[in-house]
């Protein structure tokens, strides 16, 4: 059974504390690693696909990388409004099931 | 502008009485899907759709219905709700997820379900 893992379940920061975030998979024949931020009573917003391993996207102090089981979301000089929960999910290899990750739920302070 | 639109956002109801939630996209996506979000659970895919009139199970089947006539629209169905349907639920659309492309999800805003 495709598992994704995700940890820390909640990480606090202070504003500047740079940190990553980790999501673990298990599903063979990736088709596609995705990272979503959802901020609290809202839809989760896309933010980075990755599809092989030794790929890398950035998007200002975001930045998301990939190995064969694992993927990180780095989060450099983070802000208070980075606060949210962020998701990891894989496509699965032989459908078209997205299979989503519990969440890491991250909180900066000023 | 582009959107996932979901209604109703809010809904108490009462074990056994039908109930559909809307959702319609206007990006022109052929993928179209259902989660429900519970608390230490995460995000579950109930059901999605490749096109109109393709619809496959997700994780969670049990309980719900959905239908594609249009492509536009994905209405979810749960025929006789109980409490344990209760909970948090995301429609999202996307382009397609074939090939190394795509596959990044758009989603509503959610509809929150209480079943008494």
């Known amino acids: 059974e495709d598992q994704v893992t995700q940890s820390p379940e909640a990480l606090r920061l202070q504003e500047g504390e740079s940190s990553s975030l980790n999501c673990s998979y298990t599903?063979?024949?990736?088709?596609?690693l995705f990272w979503y931020r959802q901020d609290p009573g809202k839809g989760p917003e896309f933010l980075f696909t990755?599809?092989?391993a030794g790929e890398e996207k950035e998007k200002e102090r975001l930045k998301a990388t990939l190995t064969k089981k694992e993927s990180f979301l780095h989060i450099t000089a983070p802000k208070p409004e980075d606060s949210a929960t962020y998701l990891c999910?894989?496509?699965?290899?032989?459908?078209?099931?997205?299979?989503f990750g519990p969440g890491t739920r991250l909180s900066v302070l000023p | 502008e582009a959107q996932v639109t979901q209604n109703p956002r809010y809904l108490i109801t009462v074990t056994g009485k039908k109930l559909t939630v809307t959702c319609s996209q206007n990006?022109?996506?052929?993928?179209m899907s259902w989660y429900r979000q519970d608390p230490g659970l995460g995000l579950r895919q109930i059901y999605y759709?490749?096109?109109?009139?393709?619809?496959d199970k997700g994780d969670v089947p049990e309980g719900y219905k959905v239908s594609r006539k249009e492509k536009r629209n994905f209405p979810l169905i749960l025929e006789s709700p109980s409490p344990n349907q209760t909970s948090l639920y995301f429609c999202a659309s996307t382009l397609g997820t074939s090939g190394n492309s795509g596959g990044e999800l758009f989603f509503g805003e959610g509809s929150r379900l209480t079943v008494l």
């Open positions: 999910a894989v496509l699965a290899p032989w459908g078209q099931n997205f299979v």
């Open positions: 990006m022109n996506h052929e993928y």
């Open positions: 599903v063979s024949g990736l088709r596609g």
């Open positions: 759709s490749m096109n109109v009139e393709v619809t």
């Open positions: 990755l599809y092989s």
